[in-house]
């Protein structure tokens, strides 16, 4: 060990070694500290849901007296990028953008609520969280190597958009929105997918809305 130092030092000055030392040791935390902020912030750029367009005035509809529903299906990957900066039709994501009207009466429970999802060849696509859409969005995606916190942050601002099935929905409330993931059969990419019709139970009657 003693024969390299003396070798190594015929060719570098000791002071010069040290600067070279303490100028790699700046670099490497400089380093650190700019992949550090690099990803500090949410892994996709989401729109903030106070911009999301207004629900279209093609989407369908039914009226069941006290509630009223509207759903329009986001099939393409251009709709999907402009919310979340990611393609969640890729990932065999289909969201559906579902609005619930409270026309009148007492507050409604609607935990009980089933959303199912069939396309034109009568297969019925599952309802899925917002936690685990998040999963496959990143696989496929290919994000695998991330910062914790980044992850959490764009955990917290796509879950804001997934519709609250929890609390009742009342008068004062008069209208709610949010999306609905639904995941393809066979998990596979979507695309196009034709006569869709998403069906509600848990009321006194079933409801259908036809949604392309």
Same mark, same amino acid.
């Given at each position: 060990?003693?024969?390299?130092?003396?070798? /190594?030092?015929? /060719?570098?000055?000791? #002071?010069?070694?040290?600067?070279? !030392?303490?100028? @790699?040791?700046? #670099?490497?935390?400089? /380093?650190?500290?700019?992949?550090?902020?690099?990803?500090? #912030?949410?892994?996709?750029?989401?729109?903030?849901?106070?911009?999301?367009?207004?629900?279209?005035?093609?989407?369908?509809? &039914?009226?069941? $007296?006290?509630?009223?529903?509207? @759903?329009?299906?986001?099939?393409?990957? *251009?709709?999907? +990028?402009?919310?979340?900066?990611?393609?969640?039709?890729?990932? $065999? =994501? =289909?969201?559906?953008?579902?609005?619930?009207?409270?026309?009148? #009466? %007492?507050?409604?429970?609607?935990?009980?609520?089933?959303? !199912?999802?069939? %396309? $034109?060849? %009568?297969?019925?696509?599952?309802?899925?969280?917002?936690? +685990?859409?998040?999963?496959?969005?990143?696989?496929?995606?290919?994000?695998? &190597?991330?910062?914790?916190?980044?992850?959490?942050?764009? *955990?917290?601002?796509?879950?804001?958009? *997934? /519709?609250?099935?929890?609390?009742?929905?009342?008068?004062?409330?008069?209208?709610?929105?949010?999306?609905?993931?639904?995941?393809?059969?066979?998990?596979?990419?979507?695309?196009?997918?034709?006569? =869709?019709?998403?069906?509600?139970? $848990?009321?006194?009657?079933?409801?259908?809305?036809?949604?392309?």
């Amino acid at each position: 060990m003693q024969n390299k130092r003396s070798w /190594f030092s015929a /060719f570098i000055e000791p #002071g010069t070694l040290i600067k070279l !030392r303490t100028a @790699a040791l700046l #670099g490497f935390v400089l /380093f650190v500290l700019l992949f550090s902020a690099s990803c500090s #912030g949410s892994l996709f750029k989401v729109k903030p849901v106070s911009k999301l367009p207004a629900m279209p005035a093609s989407a369908a509809s &039914a009226n069941v $007296g006290s509630l009223s529903f509207r @759903a329009s299906p986001l099939l393409t990957d *251009e709709e999907t +990028q402009e919310l979340f900066e990611s393609n969640l039709q890729l990932a $065999g =994501l =289909l969201p559906v953008r579902l609005e619930i009207v409270h026309n009148s #009466g %007492d507050a409604v429970e609607i935990r009980k609520l089933k959303f !199912r999802l069939q %396309d $034109g060849a %009568d297969i019925t696509w599952k309802l899925i969280s917002a936690k +685990q859409a998040i999963s496959r969005i990143l696989k496929a995606n290919g994000v695998f &190597a991330y910062n914790p916190n980044s992850r959490n942050t764009f *955990e917290k601002e796509f879950r804001a958009y *997934e /519709f609250n099935l929890k609390d009742p929905v009342n008068h004062a409330e008069a209208k709610r929105q949010g999306l609905l993931i639904f995941l393809s059969p066979k998990k596979d990419p979507v695309s196009s997918p034709k006569n =869709l019709t998403l069906t509600i139970e $848990g009321l006194a009657q079933p409801v259908s809305i036809r949604l392309n």
